[in-house]
């Protein structure tokens, strides 16, 4: 490593990029986990939904930006389905409930989603190049560089919404004790649907970045089991921490692939992250910025 520096930073600037992609998939889990204590199972096929529904609505000939917007409607109008379909029937359930819930809602909308756009694969083009350029010698590629930027921006929009709005306090309180908010007036439903559509809305920026880099398909999906290690290190109620773990997720691999694989046989990159964060688990359950609950007895 000390003998090409220029060699390491291209790798950790990689890994940095791959990372903040990873991280993308961890903020839909965080949202819905923060507000309803539920793992979303569903949110790898959100992310593909909604990168097929925008290339589907370019490949019937609707611009860009249109195509855009309409997706957003489609995954606000999701949301509201979600709501009133699958959570409403399940209040005051069992989690384990809602998370079966969320496995069938898994199936349904990788199924939808090919019956309504097809299965093959499609190019997404949104008119970022996936070309390279250099900066003191060290060679960036231009995607995955706009992907680091957009999961900066949106984070500390995240961050603002969940800290300033009113909207992010009851979210915080919901997430709290869903009781002790509904009897300050909080309303569970609505709440869900507010953060159910902006779990669709960050779906879709994670869509468009990773259908621009490797194509729409069905294998898009599985990048949610990417999202897992991420979770366990960054904590599964922590915005900050969904970038932090993103980020250590994908410069840890990215270094073990190319510095220590070819010790023992290369192809480490898969299994890495998850061998990381089970050794993290192990110290630390909770997650670097997860919260340690203490329950008296």
């Known amino acids: 490593m000390v003998g090409a520096p220029t060699f390491l930073a291209e790798v950790v ?17 965080v949202l819905i986990y923060k507000a309803s204590g539920v793992f979303n199972f569903a949110q790898g096929v959100m992310v ?36 009133r379909v699958v959570l409403r029937p399940l209040v005051n359930q069992e989690q384990i409930i809602l998370f079966m819930a969320t496995i069938g809602l898994n199936f349904f909308l990788e199924g939808f989603g090919e019956l309504a756009w097809g299965s093959n694969v499609k190019k997404l083009d949104v008119g970022i190049p996936d070309s390279s350029f250099m900066v003191w010698g060290i060679q960036i590629n231009r995607l995955e560089m706009t992907a680091a930027l957009t999961a900066a921006v949106l984070v500390a929009v995240m961050a603002v919404f969940f800290q300033r709005t009113r909207i992010g306090r009851a979210l915080r309180a919901v997430a709290d004790d869903h009781e002790a908010a509904l009897s300050i007036g909080i309303p569970l439903n609505t709440i869900w649907i507010v953060v159910w559509s902006v779990a669709g809305l960050v779906a879709i920026v994670a869509g468009i970045m990773w259908g621009a880099k490797s194509g729409v398909q069905f294998s898009l999906s599985l990048i949610a089991l990417k999202a897992l290690p991420v979770l366990i290190l960054g904590g599964f109620t922590s915005v900050p921490g969904a970038i932090v773990g993103g980020l250590i997720i994908g ?14 046989g290369g192809a480490i990159e898969n299994w890495f992250a998850y061998v990381l964060a089970l050794a993290f688990l192990l110290v630390r359950p909770q997650g670097l910025f997860g919260e340690k609950i203490i329950e008296r007895v």
């Open 48 to 83: 593909l939904f909604a990168a097929l529904t925008l290339v589907g609505l370019m490949e019937r000939g609707v611009p860009l930006v249109p195509a855009l917007a309409l997706t957003m409607l489609v995954m606000v109008a999701l949301a509201f389905a979600i709501e």
């Open 13 to 29: 600037i990689g890994g940095l990029a791959a990372g903040l992609m990873y991280s993308l998939v961890a903020l839909g889990f």
């Open 251 to 264: 410069v840890g691999e990215k270094i073990a692939e190319v510095y220590w694989g070819p010790l023992v």
